[in-house]
């Protein structure tokens, strides 16, 4: 997990709570935390707060971003055989890391394993559930259409990384880039259909995404459907993403909350 001055402290402190207590007493879970540049006092006081849960904290000097802070935390890794993400805003459910734990041990074959999401806004309200493909092939297939997996959900078992070593160090849409990466060195990728991850959708989370960041995303999709399919129709995808990504918020979030998304 990664956290910067611009988290909320009482969302990241119900994310540390959710990972504290989870419901999986044979299994360890450590947590470790990279503190992206100077976070105020309110972060600092949960950090505080659960400090004696906190199996490594890193702190950077200055915000290096999201995909850097990761990568610091990758390397700082230990003997850990499965690796979870998670965000300093979201909740997981009690059952999560045992649950993906199990399918991993029941699925060997399998190297990246997400689940379903429900999207809540920022007073815990259930705005939507979603499900994304289970199936390598079925992931595969629809990769240029949509992202394949909800980040803070996934569980990376430890081989995996040590196959794509990092995220890219992209300032937006690291996921997907890393995404593409394990695509183009066949790891295998699967989805659990139940929910794992409560993800938080703030009430600006529209108004954030202008039109630097819209040209920054068509970029790393581009490049990816580029670098593992050539030249082929899948790059009208991109191009459809950016036309609703520079669209009014007001429409972006229609379509958001549609069934097209």
Known sequence: MSVYRGDDPALFDRALCSMEEQDCSDTEVRIYLCVDGPVGDGIDSVIDAHAASL???????????????????????EDEIFVFRMDSDDFSRP??????????????????????????????????????????????????????????????????IEQFKNYPD??????????FKCLK?????????????????????????????AYKEFQVWRRGIWETHGLNWRLIYPILRLGV?????????????????
């Open 170 to 179: 992209y300032s937006v849409a690291q996921d997907v880039a890393l995404w």
């Open 95 to 160: 059952d999560r890391v045992a649950r993906q734990i199990q399918v991993m041990h029941d699925r060997p074959d399998i190297d990246i394993l997400g689940g379903a999401i429900t999207e809540v806004n920022e007073q815990g309200k259930t705005l939507k559930t979603i499900h994304y493909p289970k199936e390598d092939a079925e992931i595969r297939k629809c990769f240029a259409k949509r992202s394949p997996l909800a980040h803070p959900t996934v569980c990376f078992r430890r081989s995996a």
């Open 245 to 261: 990504r520079l669209a009014p918020s007001s429409l972006t979030r229609f379509l958001y909350k549609s069934r097209l998304r």
């Open 185 to 213: 060195l066949g790891l295998r990728i699967s989805n659990m259909d139940e929910v794992l991850v409560e993800m938080t959708v703030s009430d600006t989370f529209f108004q954030r995404r202008g039109r630097a960041r």
């Open 55 to 77: 199996f490594k904290v890193l702190r950077n000097p200055t915000n290096i971003g999201l995909a850097a802070s990761l990568n610091r935390l990758i390397d700082a890794l």
